[in-house]
T-cell receptor, first 109, second 114 residues
Framework: GQNIDQPTEMTATEGAIVQINCTYQ??????LFWYQQHAGEAPTFLSY????GLEEKGRFSSFLSRSKGYSYLLLKELQMKDSASYLC??????????FGDGTTLTVKP | DVKVTQSSRYLVKRTGEKVFLECVQD?????MFWYRQDPGLGLRLIYF???????EKGDIPEGYSVSREKKERFSLILESASTNQTSMYLC?????????????FGPGTRLTVL
């Protein structure tokens, strides 16, 4: 079966750095995605990792270790608008993804 | 600007009614998906389609059916709505093939079954 684990909730302070972890056990691996979802809105794409290592995109970075079944999303210089749910998703077949339950991040002033 | 649209943002139906949720994408994507999202349960895949007239069951297909008569349109059907189908329904599409297949989501339909 498919299993994706990420923390349910996290809290951080504006301007700080936060790391959201994701571990996965899936039958097949074709890449790992991170999505951001604000309350009442649809998820939007943040990052994609298919090879081991770090991908950096502005204030957001995502890391992948395939041998450990582990990824993290790093958010720097946190802003209030970063308060959202962050979804880890593993692409097990071309185009089909299995999602974690999401991590709700609250950024406090 | 790429877009996935859903027919309704909010919908209220009665138990036993037949419900149609429509999704349209304008990106010529091969793959389309229907999810439901419930607090504490995350996104769960109901059905997906890799091509016109093709459909595959996801993780929770019971009580649902789908139709894909045209490439851009993917419909979710609740044959006889029940209260436990009250949920947020999200449609998504991906271009298909290998590589970065990010999902593009529609705005969601919040369905309430009374």
């Amino acid at each position: 079966g498919q299993n994706i684990d990420q923390p349910t909730e996290m809290t951080a302070t504006e301007g700080a750095i936060v790391q959201i972890n994701c571990t996965y056990q899936t039958s097949g691996f074709n890449g790992l995605f991170w999505y951001q979802q604000h309350a009442g809105e649809a998820p939007t794409f943040l990052s994609y990792n298919v090879l081991d290592g770090l991908e950096e995109k502005g204030r957001f970075s995502s890391f992948l270790s395939r041998s450990k079944g582990y990824s993290y999303l790093l958010l720097k210089e946190l802003q209030m608008k970063d308060s959202a749910s962050y979804l880890c998703a593993v692409n097990t077949n071309a185009g089909k993804s299995t999602f974690g339950d999401g991590t709700t991040l609250t950024v406090k002033p | 600007d790429v877009k996935v649209t859903q027919s309704s943002r909010y919908l209220v139906k009665r138990t036993g009614e037949k419900v149609f949720l429509e999704c349209v994408q304008d990106m010529d994507h091969e793959n389309m998906f229907w999810y439901r999202q419930d607090p504490g349960l995350g996104l769960r895949l109901i059905y997906f389609s890799y091509d016109v007239k093709m459909k595959e069951k996801g993780d929770i297909p019971e009580g649902y059916s789908v139709s894909r008569e045209k490439k851009e349109r993917f419909s979710l059907i609740l044959e006889s709505a029940s209260t436990n189908q009250t949920s947020m329904y999200l449609c998504a599409s991906t271009k298909g093939g290998q590589g970065d297949n990010e999902q593009f989501f529609g705005p969601g339909t919040r369905l309430t079954v009374l």
